[in-house]
């Protein structure tokens, strides 16, 4: 393959940070996790982080928190990858589907509102490629529905929205720093969230439900194996491995970020006016992350074909999560038309000049 849709970028600074972790003797939750904490806290204007160890666990955590009675409809989307809505049905919750936007791929809001019922308890808002959903007019409909919102920041780590870092503006915010996002740790997740009930709840919650980790008794003038268990919990806890590539990381996510928008420049400029392909709207109140750069085409079959034969890395994202198994088939005219054509092309901080160039001219040249 001569251009990869992803390839992960670690700094020197990460990999020191992680051999230092690697020499210490101590590589499990413990004190680079609690710094990262509250370095990314900090950086997203939120009051808490809760290190994990996916996103996806950041959002079944999110919604066991809730502790809505099984059936609850949470209101979702059909444009994303299968974790969002997996994480609702651990919870044995039922998801409801609503359409997209076709020219953002983040959710409807007036389809949200059609789909509320007296059974709604929650949503879960993507923000699809790293581009910010209508945050302002989707916490206003559940506001004054009483309807929890939970944000799945997967794509939208260092976007921002009216001025605003995605993870500041509503009480549960999921990111993922597996090893192709933005923030690079390998893997692992976190979700920030303003009650200081819920972050000391998420502390228990990620380590099973014990009620003091393992560095804390460790730590002490001897070690203390006692402990509680006040509730059921998972094993979802960050390790400080991770954490210390994310702190080393977190110092370059904006740079890094100002690199995927130049490249994204570059697409647009290239791709405007090249027929059979349609240009993803920037609005100027929100500024992406370009965890991905999707653009829609006119028979994709063929494109796919051309990118392959050019040694082109291509995604789709995403088949529409409906039309999984375990999941309700539903009636959603702007998701079918929208999967049936999006395609990511390569964005990733390993791309050259020439790369792009290269993807760009060979689009042009027809499919």
Same mark, same amino acid.
């Given at each position: 393959?001569?251009?990869?849709?992803?390839?992960?970028?670690?700094? +020197?600074? &990460?990999?020191?940070?992680?051999? @230092?972790?690697?020499?210490?003797?101590?590589?499990?939750?413990?004190?680079?996790?609690?710094?990262?904490?509250?370095?990314?806290?900090?950086?997203?204007?939120?009051?808490?982080?809760?290190?994990?160890?996916?996103?996806?666990?950041?959002?079944?955590?999110?919604?066991?928190?809730?502790?809505?009675?099984?059936?609850?409809?949470?209101?979702?989307?059909?444009?994303?990858?299968?974790?969002?809505?997996?994480?609702?049905?651990?919870?044995?919750?039922?998801?409801?589907?609503?359409?997209?936007?076709?020219?953002?791929?983040?959710?409807?809001?007036? =389809?949200? @509102?059609?789909?509320?019922?007296?059974?709604?308890? &929650?949503?879960?808002?993507?923000h699809y490629g790293g581009y910010p959903a209508d945050i302002?007019?989707?916490?206003?409909? &559940?506001?004054?529905?009483?309807?929890?919102?939970?944000?799945?920041?997967?794509? &939208?780590?260092?976007?921002?929205?009216?001025?605003?870092?995605?993870?500041?503006?509503?009480?549960?915010?999921?990111?993922?720093?597996?090893?192709?996002?933005?923030?690079?740790?390998? =893997?692992?997740?976190?979700?920030?969230?303003?009650?200081?009930?819920?972050? !000391?709840?998420?502390?228990?919650?990620?380590?099973?439900?014990?009620?003091?980790?393992?560095?804390?008794?460790?730590?002490?003038? /001897?070690?203390?194996?006692?402990? #509680?268990? $006040?509730?059921?919990?998972?094993?979802?806890?960050?390790?400080?491995?991770?954490?210390?590539?994310?702190?080393?990381?977190?110092?370059?996510?904006?740079?890094?970020?100002?690199r995927r928008a130049e490249i994204a420049a570059s697409y647009?400029?290239?791709? /405007?006016?090249?027929?059979?392909?349609?240009?993803? $709207?920037?609005?100027?109140?929100?500024?992406?992350?370009?965890?991905?750069?999707?653009?829609?085409? #006119?028979?994709?079959? !063929?494109?796919?074909?051309?990118?392959?034969? @050019?040694?082109?890395?291509?995604?789709?994202?995403?088949?529409?999560?409906?039309?999984?198994?375990?999941?309700?088939?539903?009636?959603? $005219?702007?998701? +079918?038309?929208?999967?049936?054509?999006?395609?990511?092309?390569?964005?990733?901080?390993?791309?050259?000049?020439?790369?792009?160039?290269?993807?760009?001219?060979?689009?042009?040249?027809?499919?």
């Amino acid at each position: 393959m001569r251009v990869s849709l992803f390839r992960p970028s670690i700094s +020197e600074a &990460a990999i020191q940070n992680a051999a @230092a972790v690697l020499r210490s003797g101590w590589l499990g939750l413990g004190p680079r996790t609690k710094e990262f904490e509250e370095k990314f806290a900090a950086y997203v204007g939120a009051p808490h982080c809760v290190g994990l160890n996916s996103c996806t666990s950041a959002i079944h955590l999110a919604l066991h928190l809730l502790d809505l009675p099984q059936g609850s409809e949470v209101i979702t989307t059909p444009l994303t990858f299968v974790s969002t809505n997996h994480a609702i049905l651990y919870e044995k919750l039922t998801p409801v589907f609503a359409d997209i936007d076709r020219e953002t791929g983040n959710l409807l809001v007036a =389809d949200v @509102a059609s789909k509320i019922t007296d059974r709604t308890r &929650a949503m879960i808002v993507v923000h699809y490629g790293g581009y910010p959903a209508d945050i302002d007019e989707l916490y206003s409909l &559940a506001r004054d529905r009483g309807i929890a919102v939970i944000e799945d920041c997967a794509h &939208a780590c260092g976007a921002t929205y009216r001025g605003k870092r995605v993870g500041s503006h509503g009480d549960f915010h999921a990111f993922s720093f597996h090893a192709v996002k933005n923030l690079p740790m390998g =893997d692992g997740g976190a979700l920030t969230v303003r009650s200081p009930h819920h972050d !000391a709840r998420l502390r228990r919650l990620r380590w099973l439900g014990i009620d003091k980790d393992t560095y804390r008794r460790t730590t002490s003038a /001897s070690y203390d194996w006692d402990y #509680d268990v $006040p509730e059921v919990g998972f094993k979802y806890h960050m390790n400080d491995i991770e954490a210390a590539i994310g702190l080393a990381q977190l110092d370059v996510l904006d740079s890094e970020n100002a690199r995927r928008a130049e490249i994204a420049a570059s697409y647009r400029a290239a791709l /405007s006016s090249v027929g059979g392909i349609t240009l993803m $709207p920037q609005s100027p109140d929100r500024a992406s992350s370009f965890h991905l750069f999707p653009v829609l085409v #006119d028979g994709r079959e !063929a494109f796919l074909a051309r990118m392959k034969e @050019a040694g082109i890395g291509i995604g789709v994202h995403y088949r529409r999560n409906d039309e999984y198994p375990m999941y309700r088939k539903s009636h959603l $005219p702007n998701a +079918e038309w929208f999967s049936e054509r999006v395609v990511s092309l390569p964005m990733h901080l390993c791309l050259t000049d020439d790369d792009v160039a290269y993807v760009t001219s060979t689009i042009a040249s027809g499919w």
